[in-house]
């Protein structure tokens, strides 16, 4: 396992995210125990050391599982990262009883990392008004060692990272970005990179393989990687590609099964960084590929919470970008054919709710109108 330096203390390369554990029956409020305990073992004991969860990663149900699989070890030998949730505006008012609640699912006296959870357009001002009082009380955690590193993730625009950073850069120890050669261009991940650098925050990165998208590749684009590194798979390009950006410290994948938990962790058995020619080659792969169109949805599941319909909408955009990107065709049309009527584009109503939560503000309602004309259901 490659080790990081941060501060005082060394983190492994990879980090284990905990928003896809395995489930049952693809229920994704129902986690898989058994298979996730022996999946957290499993990267505990191959040198893994950073476990990263949330208040509302699998319906509140990912805290529970770290908290009871992590504390067999002995605290000091893993680090564990949790955030408040403040996606969700109603949160705000509940920093405190949020915070003593995260400690009892995890079951642990601190945590090694906390962060602000996704500041972006919709709740930059809530986090910055001191009459919910976040700051301030994540900052008093701190100094009673309850927190010991105190960050923030962010899905914003750089302009709302900038605004965060105004307010609060001096006390952020490390920043979670949505990066990857993916989104390298397309989610202003470079100049985010380079603001983090420019301020002397390290990176932690969510996402790398962009929700599993990156994970595999058109035949031509395998043809293109494999001409340049012919032993490297498909997924390890993403962590190549990492490895290559000297302000990266923890590289955070939310592995579902035992299969891809080996594959990464053989990945970072050793650094592989890109030349320049490979980079700007796999860079301009990505921008071609966004070209063709799509919604950059990570499956996250923040939006189906909200959803008053039920709607299984990470499963409809990625049937969405099939159908756009493909320019039509059967996949898309006997997928959606196939789920019941109440869970078909067309049952949306056009509430918003779900682009409330959306880390990616994508415009699912319009999606779904536009889905709905395409394939009729």
Known sequence: MIYRQFQDIKLSGLGLGMMRLPVVDGDD????????????????????????????YHNGNSE??????????????????????GYDNSNMPKVKEIFEEQLKKCRTEYFDFYLFHNVYEGNIDDYLNPEFGIFDYLMEQ??????????????????VIKRFLAAYGEHMEFCQLQLNYMDWHFQEAEAKYHLMKEHGIPVWVMEPLRGGKLAAASEMKEKAL??????????????????SLPEVTMVLSGMSNMDQLKANIETYAEDKPLSKTEFDKLIEIADEE??????????????????????????????YNEHKITGGGFIAPMAVGSMKPEKRPANCIGCRSCEQVCPQQIKISEMMTDFTAMIGM
């Open 29 to 56: 409020a129902r986690v898989d125990e058994a298979a996730s305990a022996e999946m957290i073992d499993y990267a505990y004991k191959n040198g893994i050391n950073y476990f990263d969860t949330a208040w509302g």
């Open 290 to 319: 966004i070209k063709q169109g799509g919604l950059p949805c990570t499956a996250c599941h923040y939006c189906t919470a909200h959803c008053p319909k039920e709607l299984p909408i990470p499963e409809l955009i990625a049937l």
């Open 142 to 159: 701190k100094k009673n060692g309850r927190i010991r590193h105190l960050g923030f993730s962010a899905h914003g625009s750089v302009e």
């Open 64 to 85: 529970i599982t770290a908290g009871k699989f992590l504390s067999k070890y002995p605290r000091e030998s893993y680090y564990l990262a949790t955030k408040f949730p």
């Open 226 to 243: 494999r001409e340049m590194r012919p032993d490297e798979t498909i997924p390890a390009w993403a962590f190549r590609f990492l490895q």
